[in-house]
């Protein structure tokens, strides 16, 4: 499976937009890019996901580099639930099913 | 939908017992995967099903640990015997198709003693 890089942590306040970004140089043309959060004590959840375009949902926006190299989980306007560990995984569409979690990003919301 | 049952919620035994984790996934779904998840390794795969079939278990840690999936409603892990190195919270989530998210359950955490 292909690596993602994304920071170990990052800090952010109340009702302000966050982005949180992805690396991932080595992307083939058929990995799509997936995201899940972790909660405090709660198993993963899904968020997003994409492959070319940028993608919009209740929960986020992803936004996808022309040259897919890298990409941006983009929160419109934190709370503090969204407090929790953002993952940034590559899926081939037609390979396993498996999710291959990283390390992840931990999200501190201020009040 | 209840969503992914796990039990118990939390298991507390000691070194050389026989552990038993169950999964109920939500229903419909045909993909079901056991996840472990330690400070040390993060979450890990160690085994996921499709219509019930064991499709790959290379994250299997050794032969203590076995998965079974008897019916569409439900899985076991079984860790026998059990050692303190298999403390950890166990997930499992289930998922309608090849490509479709995963649902998780809450988690077990088991300690071993």
Known sequence: DAKTTQPNSMESNEEEPVHLPCNHSTISGTDYIHWYRQLPSQGPEYVIHGLTSNVNNRMASLAIAEDRKSSTLILHRATLRDAAVYYCILRVIQGAQKLVFGQGTRLTINP | DAGVIQSPRHEVTEMGQEVTLRCKPISGHNSLFWYR??????????????????????????????????????????????????????????SLGAFNEQFFGPGTRLTVL
């Open chain 2, 37 to 94: 998840q330690t400070m040390m390794r993060g979450l890990e795969l160690l085994i996921y099903f499709n219509n019930n079939v064991p499709i790959d278990d290379s994250g299997m840690p050794e032969d203590r640990f076995s998965a079974k999936m008897p019916n569409a409603s439900f899985s076991t892990l079984k860790i026998q015997p059990s050692e303190p190195r298999d403390s950890a919270v166990y997930f499992c989530a289930s």
